[in-house]
T-cell receptor, first 113, second 116 residues
Framework: EDQVTQSPEALRLQEGESSSLNCSYT??????LFWYRQDPGKGPEFLFT???AGEEKEKERLKATLTKKESFLHITAPKPEDSATYLC??????????????FGQGTTLQVKP | KAGVTQTPRYLIKTRGQQVTLSCSPI?????VSWYQQTPGQGLQFLFE???????NKGNFPGRFSGRQFSNSRSEMNVSTLELGDSALYLC???????????????FGPGTRLTVL
């Protein structure tokens, strides 16, 4: 069964303490892997798309990387405003999978000042 | 440009009633996907519409249905509401056609449905 697993479930960091979030996936053919940020009571906010192993994307303090089995979201010198739930999702190849993202359970990040 | 909008933002219904939720996609996007988000199950795919046709459907009962209009706006309907239908319902829009960015989905703020 297709699956997306994120770890850890929760992460507490001090401001400036860098860390990484993990997303492992098992799908028969990856079309794309997506990272979102979700604040309480809001819809997910799009961050990155990764399509092939070895690809990297950066945005401010965030950097996403992709291998054949997993993706990492690296957070460098985080600030309190980076506190949120980070969601990983995959899209699988095949005409029967259009428009469907399979989400992990998310990692809730808290950054303390 | 304007993002995805959803109305209403909050709804309270009782068991057995039905409800209709609305979603307006980003201008130029022709695909609308719907998701249910609950604390226990996370985000789960309901269905996707493209050019007024349902292209894909998740594992939800037939009480959950949707449609899309010629201007790409979409509605989702839930009939005979159950307590377990309480959730945040999210819609997301994308171009929906071939191309590297065609599956990038942008989400609306969601509709919080509470069933009493």
């Amino acid at each position: 069964e297709d699956q997306v697993t994120q770890s850890p479930e929760a992460l507490r960091l001090q401001e400036g303490e860098s860390s990484s979030l993990n997303c492992s996936y098992t799908v028969s053919g990856l079309r794309g892997l997506f990272w979102y940020r979700q604040d309480p009571g809001k819809g997910p906010e799009f961050l990155f798309t990764l399509y092939s192993a070895g690809e990297e994307k950066e945005k401010e303090r965030l950097k996403a990387t992709l291998t054949k089995k997993e993706s990492f979201l690296h957070i460098t010198a985080p600030k309190p405003e980076d506190s949120a739930t980070y969601l990983c999702a995959v899209s699988e190849r095949g005409s029967s999978n259009t428009g469907k993202l399979i989400f992990g359970q998310g990692t809730t990040l808290q950054v303390k000042p | 440009k304007a993002g995805v909008t959803q109305t209403p933002r909050y709804l309270i219904k009782t068991r057995g009633q039905q409800v209709t939720l609305s979603c307006s996609p980003i201008s130029g996007h022709r695909s609308v996907s719907w998701y249910q988000q609950t604390p226990g199950q996370g985000l789960q795919f309901l269905f996707e519409y493209f050019s007024e046709t349902q292209r894909n459907k998740g594992n939800f009962p037939g009480r959950f249905s949707g449609r899309q209009f010629s201007n790409s706006r979409s509605e989702m309907n839930v009939s005979t509401l159950e307590l377990g239908d309480s959730a945040l319902y999210l819609c997301a829009s994308s171009f929906g056609t071939r191309g590297t960015a065609y599956n990038e989905q942008f989400f609306g703020p969601g509709t919080r449905l509470t069933v009493l």
